[in-house]
């Protein structure tokens, strides 16, 4: 029996090793060159890292994941298909069953690979929401996780002097990370402020752990001097060829700038983001139900189709250890559902409890972290919303007020707002917000760009590179 899981983060580790330890055979397909996801980036082996931990949390778990993995890739049990970019992922049709699952292959993305599996898990997690501002294309401005990337992954820093800006409990990290390489972190801005924490401080409470992890920060940022600014958003980037300075202003209690507490700070980087969205583009394209942003899943992390799972990110924002706890899970389930057996709840027991305290933690993190309420006043008539249509806020405004749009299909149509290369991924968060409509699932048919060679071929036999010998 084999079973395809995509994404190697710590969701899709837990549960390609989960399931291989029960004896099923993994094809663990990711489009990175490395294992470990976004909050486990490695940087590749010909950089010499000579103390890749110093970047990281939990390098004991990434340690017992990578090198469980190394057993299995050894005894034969899971082969990792790196490079792999998943396009689309169908279930077979006619008298063979199981699921195809297509991928583009190395950096270039023009061959092709298909994997077949009797079952998929969909570990793919998520990406960053980006809103605009006057000023956010230039050079230099970078987002929050984009930032880390590079560090993570490149061992680089974007910049000498950097402000981190938005919203969010990545923030803060990425802010240490920075200073602890050696950038001069001239500001953390976050527009939730003190009384937005207070009125979630029970449930917080609740959750020791996580407190004690960010007071850690907070002491590591005072340690590098680092200005905290709360209840504050960032009103501009500024600069001619590049990033040289950001404004920054305070926020009234609607979320609105607080007139004349505009503040400029000199930078040559901006890292800034505003949370996080599933990816769910595969899972669509497969049929899985999709609720409020994530697949939804049942308790074993199942989704509604057969012989799909989905866990970590693609199911919601919940951090690193959400992630681990409902791979493990999904791995358990499909390893024991693959064999035709009937999983017992109690095997997972531990990753269930986990699971259900970081939920209720990410449900509270999602409550207190928001741009501000009036985000989108900020936006100029010629700031662009749409960076690959070059859509500027002028012509959404437009479509909405003198044409009559009341949903993002409607822009897209009238203004080309999210019909371009990243469609709507970068986008989609600030025509909604600027149409006043509701963020939906895109559901896009195919989760990268593919080039029309591969499509033409397709359902042709394609290598699979994974298939036992
Ligand atoms: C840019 C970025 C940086 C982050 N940095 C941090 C951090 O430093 N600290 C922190 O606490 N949290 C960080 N996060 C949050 C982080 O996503 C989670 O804490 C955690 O990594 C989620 O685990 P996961 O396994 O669910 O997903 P991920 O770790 O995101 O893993 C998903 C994997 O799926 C692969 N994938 C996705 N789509 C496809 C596809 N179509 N085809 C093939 N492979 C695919 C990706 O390459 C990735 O390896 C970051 C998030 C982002 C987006």
């Known amino acids: ?248 202003a305070a926020l009234d209690p609607e979320g609105r700038v607080r007139a004349g507490t505009e503040r400029r700070i000199p930078c040559d980087t901006l890292a800034v983001g505003h949370g996080m969205l599933p990816h769910t583009d595969l899972a669509e394209a497969l049929g899985c139900r999709i609720v409020g942003p994530g697949v939804a899943v ?19 924002i919940g951090g690193a250890a959400l992630s681990l706890a409902e791979g493990h899970i999904a791995g358990r389930s499909a390893a024991a559902r693959l064999r035709g057996r009937e999983p017992d709840p109690r095997w997972w027991a531990a990753a269930a409890k986990s699971r259900t305290r970081a939920r209720q933690f990410a449900a509270t993190v999602d409550a207190v972290y928001a741009p501000p309420a009036h985000w989108a006043e900020l936006l100029r008539d010629d700031t662009l919303v749409c960076r690959c249509e070059e859509v500027p806020a002028s012509a959404v405004r437009e479509a909405v007020d003198e044409l009559g749009a009341t949903d993002a299909r409607s822009v897209k149509l009238l203004t080309r707002a999210g019909m371009g290369w990243c469609q709507g991924r970068m986008c989609a968060a600030a025509v909604a917000g600027l149409t006043g409509c509701e963020e939906r699932s895109a559901r896009r048919p195919f989760a990268r760009p593919v080039p029309l060679g591969v499509l033409a071929r397709a359902g042709e036999d394609e290598p699979d590179p994974g298939r036992p010998r």
């Open 1 to 248: 029996m084999t079973l395809a899981v995509i994404g190697a983060g710590p969701a899709g580790l837990a549960a390609a090793i989960a399931a291989a330890d029960r004896g099923i055979r993994v094809r663990l397909v990711d489009s990175a060159a490395q294992p470990g996801g976004q909050f486990y980036r490695q940087p590749p082996e010909a950089l010499g890292a000579r103390r890749p931990e110093a970047l990281h949390h939990q390098w004991r778990t990434w340690r017992r994941l990578r090198d469980a993995l190394a057993r299995h890739v050894e005894a034969g049990r899971i082969a990792h298909l790196t490079e792999h970019h998943v396009w689309f992922a169908e279930r077979q049709l006619g008298p063979s069953s199981g699921f195809t699952v297509h991928a583009l292959l190395g950096p270039e993305q023009e061959e092709a690979a298909t994997v077949r599996a009797d079952a998929v898990l969909l570990a793919t997690g998520g990406y960053e929401k980006v809103l605009p501002f006057p000023g956010w294309t230039l050079p230099g401005v970078v987002t929050a996780g984009g930032a880390q990337a590079m560090l993570k992954g490149g061992l680089v820093l974007p910049g000498r002097t950097a402000v981190v800006a938005g919203t969010g409990p990545l923030l803060m990290p990425v802010a240490v990370s920075l200073a602890d390489a050696g950038a001069d972190v001239a500001a953390l801005v976050e527009s939730a402020g003190p009384k937005d924490f207070a009125r979630h401080a029970a449930t917080l409470a609740a959750h020791p752990a996580k407190l004690a992890e960010g007071a850690g920060y907070a002491a590591e940022l005072l340690r590098h001097h680092v200005e905290l600014l709360p209840h504050h958003t960032v009103v501009e980037a500024h600069g001619k060829d590049r990033l040289d300075a950001v404004t920054v």
């Open 298 to 316: 049942d308790a074993e992390q199942r989704t509604d189709v057969p012989g799909v799972w989905a866990a970590g990110e693609t199911t919601g």
